[in-house]
């Protein structure tokens, strides 16, 4: 009977998606719904947790150090997305044309630092921009005649280490997405608009990028996301997650702070709703400005 | 013919200049593996290639020294394999749910899943990391696996394929008397195959990686991955920078030598979200 039952055409289909759903309920619904609840409470771990209504968003948004956070982590992100998008967009339509030499041997070597772990390049990178005269981006500086930066000390310098980082590692793989993207559009267009003289600059305005549009979107999408996210990469420039006066504390590394930190989970949990909140709204923004929502009509 | 020459040289020597910019970071820790651990402290890294500087002490140590090193190492690979495994199979499984049938709240249930990759994992950290707590899995390798065994990315990715496969499979199936499923187990799966190797890739790739949340779970340094392990090394004292500089420069050797022999499986796998925009 019971088997009758769980083979039926109609349960089985709830059986294969059973894990998804378990997973989803316990693992995402569960912890999302317990972080906006401490969110509203001072919660210690090993201590009955107290309701404060507002508290703590109240405290966030008088907290220096969470803007401090919050305005490292916004410049870094529109900086991905300043370099991160146009060139590899340009590189991939190069590489597709076909004034292109060892198309396939640069394809792979831009792909290489995307292998890497975090925790490898943000090693590697720590040490090329170390402060001393020797260390490798200090030695380039001196062959110009410049005199050694001490990187991972300074503001400006600091997000040049960081955005250096993303840069090596994320070209390639932002390549790939365009490559893929590109492989959509029809050489036909590209033809018809030799025929009516149009120059190479026009055809990468009005074909190219048009038609690369979805693949923009989902780019910008997952850089506008993982640059509101950062942590890790800072934490290994570092070598934790406290820099001089903050230069490199990011929204989840204020998170991480107050809540492994120094255990004040509903502070920290108010961190996370606040991230949701921004990711969520620019993301969302983002893609009614370039008419996501209107494609169905 | 002139003009377009030259425009092939200008792209060459472009693209050959940034190649170069790309590869110098892997030019320097190969060759400051070959130099005492000191000279990171005191030079930094650097593009020095000086051969009297340079030994095989740090892969003597490597190999023979006493450290965890490849304690580390080998708990990432079971780990990678583990993890990539059970994630392939429940994700192909749920993928196949939502591909073949149709039934009451499918679409809700799949809009949760294209939720789940807009949500920033981040922000689950301290809630999730209480939940671990809770349940008693701290410190283990379950902690790590349960949270993403049905990946989201990879159920997209295998309903996508699964919706090029033809319906007539399985209504066949059906014909001949199969269970509703035998017929994805036996008929199916096989068909899947091809994109199985992709998302291997992919979610081989994150969870060899995987550093923020395993760091946060495991306690135990006998545990330890290797982007862990290789985090312990970077001391303020310097005093494993030797460990620290070979033992980087070998973890990206696996990975480097499957790239080459599977170049196609990770494009495909990197771009798998793209496609379809």
Same mark, same amino acid.
């Given at each position: 009977?019971?088997?009758?039952?769980?083979?039926?055409?109609?349960?089985?289909?709830?059986?294969?998606?059973?894990?998804?759903?378990?997973?989803?309920?316990?693992?995402?619904?569960?912890?999302?719904?317990?972080?906006?609840?401490?969110?509203?409470?001072?919660?210690?771990?090993?201590?009955?947790?107290?309701?404060?209504?507002?508290?703590?968003?109240?405290?966030?948004?008088?907290?220096?150090?969470?803007?401090?956070?919050?305005?490292?982590s916004?410049?870094?992100m529109?900086?991905?997305?300043?370099?991160?998008?146009?060139?590899?967009?340009?590189?991939?339509?190069?590489?597709?044309?076909?004034?292109?030499?060892?198309?396939?041997?640069?394809?792979?070597?831009?792909?290489?630092?995307?292998?890497?772990?975090?925790?490898?390049?943000?090693?590697?990178?720590?040490?090329?921009?170390?402060?001393?005269?020797?260390?490798?981006?200090?030695?380039?500086?001196?062959?110009?005649?410049?005199?050694?930066?001490?990187?991972?000390?300074?503001?400006?310098?600091?997000?040049?280490?960081?955005?250096?980082?993303?840069?090596?590692?994320?070209?390639?793989?932002?390549?790939?997405?365009?490559?893929?993207?590109?492989?959509?559009?029809?050489?036909?267009?590209?033809?018809?608009?030799?025929?009516?003289?149009?120059?190479?600059?026009?055809?990468?305005?009005?074909?190219?990028?048009?038609?690369?549009?979805?693949?923009?979107?989902?780019?910008?999408?997952?850089?506008i996301y993982a640059g509101l996210a950062m942590f890790?990469?800072?934490?290994?420039?570092?070598?934790?997650?406290?820099?001089?006066?903050?230069?490199?504390?990011t929204i989840v590394?204020?998170l991480?702070?107050?809540?492994?930190?120094?255990?004040?989970?509903?502070?920290?949990?108010?961190?996370?709703?606040?991230l949701l909140?921004?990711t969520?709204?620019?993301?969302?923004?983002?893609?009614?400005?370039?008419?996501?929502?209107?494609?169905?009509? | 013919?002139?003009?377009?020459?030259?425009?092939?040289?200008?792209?060459?020597?472009?693209?050959?200049?940034?190649?170069?910019?790309?590869?110098?970071?892997?030019?320097?820790?190969?060759?400051?593996?070959?130099?005492?651990?000191?000279?990171?402290?005191?030079?930094?890294?650097?593009?020095?290639?000086?051969?009297?500087?340079?030994?095989?002490?740090?892969?003597?140590?490597?190999?023979?020294?006493?450290?965890?090193?490849?304690?580390?190492?080998?708990?990432?690979?079971?780990?990678?394999?583990?993890?990539?495994?059970?994630?392939?199979?429940?994700?192909?499984?749920?993928?196949?749910?939502?591909?073949?049938?149709?039934?009451?709240?499918?679409?809700?249930?799949?809009?949760?899943?294209?939720?789940?990759?807009?949500v920033p994992f981040e922000i689950?950290?301290?809630?999730?990391?209480?939940?671990?707590?809770?349940?008693?899995?701290? %410190?283990? &390798?379950?902690?790590? $696996?349960?949270?993403?065994?049905? =990946?989201?990315?990879? *159920? @997209?990715?295998?309903?996508?394929?699964?919706?090029?496969?033809?319906?007539?499979?399985?209504?066949?199936?059906?014909?001949?008397?199969?269970?509703?499923?035998?017929?994805?187990?036996?008929?199916?799966?096989?068909?899947?195959?091809?994109?199985?190797?992709?998302?291997?890739?992919?979610?081989?790739?994150?969870?060899?990686?995987?550093?923020?949340?395993?760091?946060?779970?495991?306690?135990?340094?006998?545990?330890?991955?290797?982007?862990?392990?290789?985090?312990?090394?970077?001391?303020?004292?310097? %005093?494993? &920078?030797?460990?620290? $500089?070979?033992?980087?420069?070998? =973890?990206?050797?696996? *990975? @480097?030598?499957?790239?080459?022999?599977?170049?196609?499986?990770?494009?495909?796998?990197?771009?798998?979200?793209?496609?379809?925009?």
């Open positions: 009977m019971v088997k009758r039952f769980l083979y039926s055409q109609k349960v089985a289909p709830y059986v294969f998606v059973l894990p998804f759903v378990l997973v989803f309920l316990v693992f995402w619904i569960y912890p999302l719904a317990s972080s906006v609840g401490m969110s509203f409470q001072k919660v210690t771990l090993g201590q009955e947790a107290q309701w404060i209504g507002f508290d703590n968003y109240a405290k966030l948004m008088g907290d220096k150090t969470f803007f401090k956070a919050v305005t490292n916004a410049v870094y529109v900086l991905t997305l300043v370099i991160l998008i146009p060139f590899p967009m340009l590189f991939a339509v190069l590489i597709n044309s076909r004034l292109m030499w060892g198309r396939e041997f640069f394809k792979s070597s831009f792909f290489f630092p995307a292998l890497t772990s975090v925790v490898v390049a943000g090693t590697i990178f720590r040490l090329m921009f170390g402060e001393m005269e020797g260390s490798l981006i200090n030695s380039i500086l001196g062959w110009f005649g410049l005199d050694p930066v001490k990187f991972l000390k300074g503001q400006a310098t600091g997000y040049i280490a960081l955005v250096a980082l993303a840069t090596w590692r994320w070209t390639g793989v932002n390549i790939l997405y365009f490559l893929s993207g590109l492989k959509s559009i029809p050489d036909d267009y590209y033809e018809a608009a030799s025929i009516d003289g149009a120059s190479s600059w026009q055809k990468f305005t009005r074909i190219t990028m048009p038609l690369l549009k979805p693949t923009t979107i989902y780019v910008v999408t997952i850089s890790i990469e800072s934490m290994m420039l570092w070598n934790g997650n406290n820099s001089p006066k903050n230069i490199g504390l590394g204020y991480y702070r107050q809540g492994i930190e120094k255990n004040n989970l509903g502070y920290a949990a108010a961190v996370g709703v606040v909140a921004i969520m709204i620019i993301n969302l923004a983002q893609l009614a400005f370039s008419g996501m929502f209107k494609k169905e009509e | 013919m002139k003009k377009e020459l030259a425009a092939k040289i200008a792209i060459f020597a472009l693209f050959a200049v940034i190649c170069l910019l790309i590869l110098i970071p892997f030019y320097a820790v190969t060759i400051a593996s070959f130099k005492p651990g000191e000279d990171l402290i005191r030079y930094g890294l650097n593009l020095r290639f000086d051969v009297s500087a340079m030994s095989l002490d740090n892969f003597a140590y490597l190999f023979t020294g006493d450290h965890a090193y490849f304690k580390w190492f080998f708990n990432s690979l079971l780990l990678t394999v583990v993890q990539v495994a059970l994630t392939l199979i429940v994700s192909a499984t749920v993928a196949y749910g939502f591909a073949a049938y149709d039934f009451k709240g499918k679409n809700m249930l799949f809009v949760c899943v294209l939720l789940i990759m807009m689950l950290l301290l809630p999730l990391y209480r939940l671990i707590y809770d349940m008693g899995l701290m %410190n283990s &390798y379950s902690a790590i $696996i349960l949270p993403g065994v049905a =990946s989201a990315a990879t *159920i @997209f990715f295998f309903r996508q394929y699964l919706s090029g496969v033809p319906k007539e499979i399985i209504a066949a199936g059906r014909v001949d008397g199969a269970t509703e499923y035998g017929i994805y187990a036996r008929l199916i799966l096989p068909v899947m195959k091809p994109s199985f190797a992709a998302m291997a890739i992919l979610n081989g790739m994150n969870s060899w990686n995987n550093f923020l949340w395993p760091f946060m779970v495991l306690s135990d340094d006998n545990k330890y991955t290797l982007p862990i392990g290789l985090k312990t090394l970077l001391t303020p004292y310097g %005093n494993n &920078y030797d460990l620290l $500089i070979v033992g980087s420069f070998f =973890s990206i050797i696996p *990975i @480097f030598i499957l790239f080459v022999a599977f170049q196609k499986y990770f494009i495909d796998g990197m771009t798998a979200g793209a496609v379809k925009g």
